[in-house]
């Protein structure tokens, strides 16, 4: 009896570590696998600005006062070198960006390059054998599928949500109103402000988009940029420090029910062609003046930046399909964007709107109005100053072609315009 109650005795701990090996096989779930591959690529982002703020006592009569204020966010390293892919509009504006690693480490980072329009950029941190993990891809993504979201809500370190990828596709508008972002992911996980820049990864631990927080206000609804469209622009922004723009040679009109009733249109959803530049891609591939625009890439097409999207989601040059109604006639075009010639956005702008510029060492300036342009329907006048193009002051004439290109995507050119001593906002239609 005392040998069987000893023999009890000394297979306890045995069957104890049976157990709780047992319950940690049960407990390691996938969700716990993505965390603990992924977790240690994700990191914090401190952007720290200076703000000017007027004395509320004595105006600017004493200058304004200087005044910091921080903004918090996440990344994603993707490179053991250091890299780190970020929101552009956590580090807008930034005088100091400090990354913090899991480990603890505070590393300062410098801006490689950033889109304001995609929301993306691309950090430096001076440090090697950094854990990295890889964007991946959204083209097979399904519908349903657990994802899992990683970051820093609120500034709380490594928080991990999980959820479901709810749509695809989606069109949102920022909360500023001062910008539409199309073909974000959905997801019901749990998306704050400071999961910015933080990786949406599936079960199988790719990361199939990188969270934003710029659309707030919506309980249970969370949105991420596809990971193929991240790395078409975090490659561009690593070449060139920049997104480029591309070039159809097209002007597009987002098509609705108002618009097709009274143009005739065969469909009360799409893009209309305006105009189509001569010897562009899209004039060589067949698309006329008049067209629809139905889809694009096998995907119905909502407004106009839809096309720009599924370009800026490929290498340049890759031929899209994309689906044409021309009066009682549908039929397929494979049309591809390129990148643009030197010096053709200046000659959009002067076919587009009648402007010829002239650079000198006081910048640039308007050098001539054509007759019967939209620019002189708008009073502009040979002489007046070109002071800055879509948010970006105008250094160069390069920089003006530049930014007239990306304003064939939006549809718009906002021109800051100097006559005299004072300064005229316009927005051009393009």
């Not at 927080?213 to 193929?228: E, L, R, S, T, Y």
Request: glycine letters at 12%.
């Amino acid at each position: 009896m005392r040998r069987a109650r000893q023999l009890t005795v000394a297979l306890l701990p045995l069957v104890s570590t049976a157990l709780a090996a047992q319950s940690a096989a049960v407990r390691r779930s996938p969700v716990v696998e993505v965390v603990e591959r992924v977790a240690p690529a994700v990191v914090n982002i401190s952007a720290e600005s200076i703000v000017r703020r007027a004395d509320p006592f004595f105006g600017g009569f004493f200058g304004s006062r200087p005044r910091r204020t921080q903004s918090l966010g996440s990344g994603l390293i993707i490179d053991s070198g250091g890299v780190v892919v970020t929101n552009a509009h956590v580090i807008e504006g930034a005088s100091r960006i400090v990354v913090t690693t899991r480990d603890g480490r505070e590393l300062e980072a410098d801006v490689l390059g950033a889109d304001r329009d995609a929301d993306l950029a691309v950090l430096k941190v001076q440090a090697r054998a950094l854990p990295a993990t890889p964007l991946g891809r959204s083209a097979d993504l399904l519908m349903g599928e657990t994802v899992v979201a990683i970051g820093n809500p609120f500034g709380l370190s490594h928080t991990v949500t999980t959820g479901v990828l709810s749509a695809r596709g989606r069109t949102v508008a920022a909360e500023s109103g001062e910008a539409r972002y199309t073909d974000f992911l959905q997801t019901d996980a749990s998306i704050n402000p400071g999961n910015s820049g933080g990786p949406l990864v599936n079960l199988a631990g790719q990361v199939i988009g990188i969270n934003t927080a710029i659309v707030q206000g919506a309980n249970g609804i969370g949105f991420a940029i596809p990971a193929d469209r991240a790395q078409r622009v975090v490659d561009d922004l690593l070449r060139f420090g920049e997104l480029q723009p591309l070039w159809t040679g097209l002007r597009l009109e987002t098509v609705d029910a108002e618009l097709a009733r009274r143009e005739g249109l065969p469909g009360a959803r799409g893009a209309l062609v305006v105009r189509v530049f001569p010897d562009s891609p899209a004039a060589r591939a067949g698309v006329q003046a008049g067209d629809l625009l139905a889809s694009v890439a096998d995907k119905p097409i909502a407004a106009r930046e839809d096309l720009t999207t599924a370009f800026h989601s490929v290498a340049p040059g890759t031929p899209i399909r994309v689906e044409v109604r021309r009066g009682e006639r549908s039929f397929v075009l494979a049309l591809s964007a390129v990148r643009p010639p030197r010096g053709l956005g200046l000659e959009v702008l002067a076919e587009a709107l009648g402007l010829a510029v002239t650079s000198s060492g006081e910048g640039l300036a308007i050098g001539r109005v054509a007759n019967g342009s939209e620019g002189e329907r708008i009073g502009l006048r040979a002489g007046d100053r070109l002071l800055a193009a879509n948010g970006q002051r105008l250094a160069s004439a390069e920089q003006l072609g530049h930014e007239v290109l990306r304003a064939l995507d939006r549809g718009s050119l906002f021109l800051v315009v100097g006559r005299g001593r004072y300064a005229y906002n316009l927005n051009l239609p393009m």
